[in-house]
């Protein structure tokens, strides 16, 4: 069966992370933005079988080609669909520099169970890599061809698109992407605590930094592991309300 996807705006779509709570850490959200004439995504997904499986959802909904790719942070589920749909992408310049490091690894399972063996705490995000990429053939990381160091604007047809570097404890090189149209804020990882294997047991998310998030015009947060939250929802969260499944919607 075809992937759905699920409609938030009038253009604006997310291919949704995986709802297996087993699985979901590793396939997290895809922001679809359709303008006009062109087609952006925030985030690539985790592997080339996701972006083809989110090229598909592209099709059905007649979208044109994909125009820019927006990494929210360089973090591998995010990023390693991008090969798949033939466009640059745009993230902050940290991203780049950690992705260009990236890139000089010889990827493949020998290399990620030597990695293992190096960082035994890394096993479970690896293994949930490994699980996500069936096929290393041919695989590449796309650069960011464009880069911020704060803020970004994009101007595609009658769309814009505001990017702005935020940072966080998940990863310095976290962006966030508002939509003021559509009033649609996409936030990435950005309040994560760290990932789990440079977590220390008094990490919790990012507290003041969710609170910066949150302006009177926003009315849906898209982050990269859960359902969208409302603006109540969030700032409920932002004010350390633990959130149920009800919740969240
Ligand atoms: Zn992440």
């Given at each position: 069966m075809a992937d759905t996807l ?47 499986r989110i090229?598909i959802a592209l099709d059905d909904i ?188």
């Open positions: 699920v409609q938030l705006a009038d253009h604006v779509w997310i291919f949704p992370r995986d709802s297996d709570p087993s699985r979901a850490e590793s396939q997290p959200n895809v922001g679809i933005i359709v303008t006009e004439k062109h087609t952006l995504l925030v985030d690539a997904g985790n592997s080339p079988r996701h972006g083809r090229m007649q979208a044109p080609s994909v125009y820019n790719i927006i990494y929210t942070h360089s973090h591998w589920d995010h990023v390693f669909g991008a090969m798949v749909f033939g466009a640059p992408a745009v993230a902050h310049e940290l991203a780049r520099r950690q992705l260009g490091e990236m890139a000089t690894r010889p990827w493949n399972n020998n290399y990620l169970l030597e990695e293992i063996q190096r960082t035994p705490a890394r096993e479970s995000s690896i293994r949930a890599m490994m699980r996500a990429m069936e096929d290393w053939r041919n695989f590449r990381i796309v650069q960011p061809e464009l880069v911020l160091s704060q803020k970004l604007n994009l101007y595609v047809d009658s769309t814009t698109i505001e990017i702005e570097h935020v940072g966080g404890n998940h990863s310095p090189d976290s962006v966030i992407v508002t939509l003021p149209q559509s009033r649609i804020r996409f936030i990435g990882d950005c309040y994560y605590p760290p990932p789990s294997y440079l977590r220390s047991p008094e990490d919790t998310l990012d507290f003041a930094l969710m609170r910066r998030l949150i302006r009177d015009d926003i009315d849906l947060y898209v982050d990269g592991h859960n359902p969208p939250m409302t603006r109540e929802v969030f700032t409920r969260y932002a004010n350390g309300e633990t959130l149920t499944a009800q919740s969240l919607g």
